[in-house]
């Protein structure tokens, strides 16, 4: 089996991305419009005195180290989303592999990187199994946390 080819082809994985996505973009735009907020804050302020006192410069830089922390926080919080959507992953191949090779009635599945030679590749059923509608198997796998079947890798 070929778990690249596999990862490759997995529905999920592309609602993952795209999800992913779709939450940096809500996140950039969350930065961006706040950043917005301090600049017109800044400008209103040059516009009314001619400069920045002091304290406005002092209220500016916190306001800015503020959204650098919020940028960090929502960078490893996707960073934690991203690792979690990666284990989830790898948790439906194995099982997914598992429960194919058992049907075929083989006692081990190799990952095609350490077969040179010989075998019977399942990788393309593997990816149907992933994405077939019909997935009860695997995800009662995955709450029973069952692994019968060993996969090298």
């Known amino acids: 089996m070929d778990p690249r080819l596999v990862l490759d082809q997995y529905q999920k994985r592309l609602e993952f991305e795209n999800d992913l996505r779709e939450k940096e973009k809500n996140y ?15 400008g209103e302020q040059l516009k009314k005195y001619g400069s920045l006192s002091q304290e406005e410069k002092r209220k500016i ?9 919020k940028y960090d926080e929502m960078e490893n919080s996707l960073k934690e989303l991203h ?22 009635g083989y006692d081990i599945v190799i990952s095609k990187e350490v077969s040179f030679y010989g075998g019977v590749d399942i990788t393309q059923d593997v990816i149907e199994f992933l994405n077939s509608s019909d997935r009860t ?17």
């Not at 950039?28 to 800044?42: G, P």
């Not at 690792?83 to 075929?104: F, H, M, P, R």
């Open 61 to 69: 830089t916190s306001k800015n180290e503020e959204l650098d922390e």
């Open 83 to 104: 690792l979690e959507y990666q284990n989830i992953l790898k948790s439906d191949i194995t099982i997914a592999a598992v429960i194919v090779g058992k049907e075929k």
């Open 137 to 153: 198997l695997l995800e009662e796998s995955l709450k029973n946390g069952s692994k019968n079947l060993e996969l090298i890798r």
């Open 28 to 42: 950039q735009k969350i930065i961006f419009d706040e950043r917005i907020k301090i600049l017109e804050e800044e």
